[in-house]
């Protein structure tokens, strides 16, 4: 659920998560347990989660896994989650260097973060702390832009005076390539693909919390994000009929890939 906004950069957006890790705890659900049964269909020894965020992804992995390693770069981030999950081994890295040893993991899970891995450095370092035959796994989990919620949110917002960036972030057209690409030459097997879905009752302060944790409308300036807010949440009332209370089902979707170290 990012976007390529072009008057920020990749760096200012990847760094900018920990201003609002509160609520990115609070707001941004994980990938669904099904996506974990695929991905590792025999039980797992090490597994590291790489951009592990405030621990959305850590949690489902612990009675999955005999140990577990979170690599955060973020400071905030890092302390969100070793506030929520005392005693997981959180450590300062990123996917270009984790501080992690040779032939070290059985495993590599990306949760909505390998978009901000550089491919050939990120592909390489992968390569070097899997043992042989270690999996290497990326997943992106968000409301879905082909569900209905997001098809009727268009169709309404046809007709609505709604900013150009409010109508982008509703299009899908700020979102990442959804794609774990293996240089030619790397040390793994052929990517595999999976899909799933899922339906989230949301409040319009759970919209608007998820939107706020979008890191183009982290990096706006003050004014402008307040008013991005408030007229989402203005949509949200007049337009959809949303407010207090009232939820909306939403249309949730993880793509999952993964490949195996030779």
Same mark, same amino acid.
């Given at each position: 659920?990012?976007?390529?906004?072009?008057?920020?950069?990749?760096?200012?957006?990847?760094?900018?998560?920990?201003?609002?890790?509160?609520?990115?705890?609070?707001?941004?659900?994980?990938?669904?347990?099904?996506?974990? $049964?695929? /991905?590792?269909?025999?039980?797992?020894?090490?597994? &590291? *989660?790489?951009? @592990? =965020? +405030?621990?959305?992804?850590? %949690?489902?992995?612990?009675?999955?896994?005999?140990?577990?390693?979170?690599?955060?770069?973020?400071?905030?981030?890092?302390?969100?989650?070793?506030?929520?999950?005392?005693?997981?081994?959180?450590?300062?890295?990123?996917?270009?260097?984790?501080?992690?040893?040779?032939?070290?993991? $059985?495993? /590599?899970?990306?949760?909505?973060?390998?978009?901000? &891995? *550089?491919?050939? @450095? =990120? +592909?390489?370092?992968?390569? %070097?702390?899997?043992?042989?035959?270690?999996?290497?796994?990326?997943?992106?989990?968000?409301?879905?832009?082909?569900?209905?919620?997001?098809?009727?949110?268009?169709?309404?917002?046809?007709?609505?005076?709604?900013?150009?960036?409010?109508?982008?972030?509703?299009?899908?057209?700020?979102?990442?390539?959804?794609?774990?690409?293996?240089?030619?030459?790397?040390?793994?097997?052929?990517?595999?693909?999976?899909?799933? %879905?899922?339906?989230?009752?949301?409040?319009?302060?759970?919209?608007?919390?998820?939107?706020?944790?979008?890191?183009?409308?982290?990096?706006?300036?003050?004014?402008?994000?307040?008013?991005?807010?408030?007229?989402?949440?203005?949509?949200?009332?007049?337009?959809?009929?949303?407010?207090?209370?009232?939820?909306?089902?939403?249309?949730?979707?993880?793509?999952?890939?993964?490949?195996?170290?030779?």
């Amino acid at each position: 659920m990012e976007d390529n906004r072009v008057d920020s950069t990749p760096a200012q957006r990847a760094t900018s998560f920990g201003a609002v890790a509160s609520n990115y705890h609070t707001f941004r659900p994980g990938p669904p347990a099904e996506a974990l $049964d695929w /991905i590792f269909p025999k039980p797992i020894d090490t597994v &590291v *989660d790489l951009g @592990a =965020g +405030t621990g959305a992804l850590t %949690r489902l992995l612990l009675p999955v896994a005999s140990t577990v390693v979170a690599v955060e770069p973020d400071l905030g981030m890092r302390s969100e989650l070793t506030r929520s999950l005392p005693g997981v081994t959180v450590l300062d890295g990123r996917g270009e260097a984790m501080p992690l040893a040779d032939d070290s993991a $059985d495993a /590599i899970v990306a949760s909505s973060s390998w978009h901000w &891995v *550089d491919t050939e @450095a =990120g +592909t390489s370092e992968a390569a %070097r702390v899997l043992r042989p035959g270690g999996t290497l796994a990326a997943l992106w989990s968000g409301p879905d832009p082909d569900g209905s919620f997001m098809a009727t949110a268009q169709a309404a917002l046809g007709s609505a005076e709604a900013g150009p960036v409010l109508e982008g972030t509703l299009s899908g057209r700020f979102t990442p390539d959804l794609a774990l690409d293996i240089p030619i030459g790397a040390p793994f097997s052929g990517v595999e693909t999976e899909v799933f %879905r899922w339906t989230m009752a949301l409040t319009a302060d759970q919209l608007i919390g998820l939107l706020g944790t979008l890191s183009w409308v982290i990096v706006l300036p003050e004014d402008e994000r307040r008013q991005l807010i408030d007229t989402a949440r203005r949509l949200l009332r007049d337009v959809l009929g949303i407010e207090g209370s009232v939820t909306a089902d939403v249309d949730y979707r993880c793509t999952a890939f993964r490949c195996m170290r030779a």
